[in-house]
């Protein structure tokens, strides 16, 4: 049974840095083939693909956001890290990591998801 | 990378039919076989629906299908139900190596 749970703080300040984890079951980021993302939706709003690690450790960023991100993983405890920096009220949003497939060596298909936690940026 | 085009809203009645586009280029829908859809009530996670344009996951509804021409993609509800009032969003895989949404579209059952 694939799980995953993120957890991280729920109200940051702006300008500051936010940490989320995301700490998975039912799969290892040690097999060849599996991906975690990172994607957020602000109230009321699109899903917005933030980034992907692969059991290789490559990384892939948003383009848009790429200066911002970090993702990195733990695979002996089972967790993705994401920090984004700067934050702004603007990135008040849901999180969510998702499980993602791959097919040819391409992280593709985000199936299993965690519940979200809503991070708010606010002085 | 810019969102995927869909429509904001869609609406049918029980039973009927509808089908919801979703719009890219050649550099992510166009390119490649990795469009999937999902379907995300709410306060509630995305759950996947189609995935590689047109096959569904175990436990999926076969009144849920996929498609995709050039461009664009489309996801095809069919015996409208209650159930299936929901937002429906499209994903795609892109040539940057990167995944892209769509902005999303809300299914109302009349």
């Known amino acids: 049974q694939v799980t995953l749970r993120e957890s991280g703080p729920a109200l940051v300040k702006p300008t500051q840095t936010l940490t989320l984890t995301c700490t998975f079951s039912?799969?290892?980021?040690?097999?060849?083939?599996?991906?975690v993302s990172w994607i957020r939706q602000p109230p009321g709003k699109a899903l917005e693909w933030l980034a992907l690690?692969?059991?290789?450790?490559?990384?892939y960023y948003s383009t848009s956001l790429k200066t911002r991100l970090t993702i990195s993983k733990d695979t002996s405890k089972n967790q993705v890290v994401l920090t984004m920096t700067n934050m702004d009220p603007v990135d008040t949003a849901t999180y969510y990591c998702a499980r993602t497939r791959s097919s040819g060596g391409s992280c593709y298909l985000p199936d299993y998801w965690g519940q979200g936690t809503l991070v708010t940026v606010s002085s | 990378q810019s969102a995927l085009t869909q429509p904001a809203s869609v609406s049918g009645s029980p039973g009927q039919s509808i089908t919801i586009s979703c719009t890219g280029t050649?550099?992510?829908?166009?390119?490649?076989?990795?469009v999937s859809w999902y379907q995300q009530h709410p306060g509630k996670a995305p759950k996947v629906k189609i995935y590689?344009?047109?096959k569904r996951p175990s436990g999926v509804s076969n009144r849920f299908s996929g498609s995709k021409s050039g461009n664009t993609a489309s996801l095809t509800i069919s015996g409208l139900q209650a159930e299936d009032e929901a937002d429906y969003y499209c994903s795609s895989y892109t040539s940057r190596s990167t995944l892209v949404f769509g902005g999303g579209t809300k299914l109302t059952v009349l």
């Open positions: 590689d344009v047109s």
């Open positions: 050649s550099s992510d829908v166009g390119g490649y076989n990795y």
């Open positions: 039912g799969f290892s980021l040690s097999t060849s083939g599996m991906c």
């Open positions: 690690i692969d059991w290789d450790d490559e990384k």
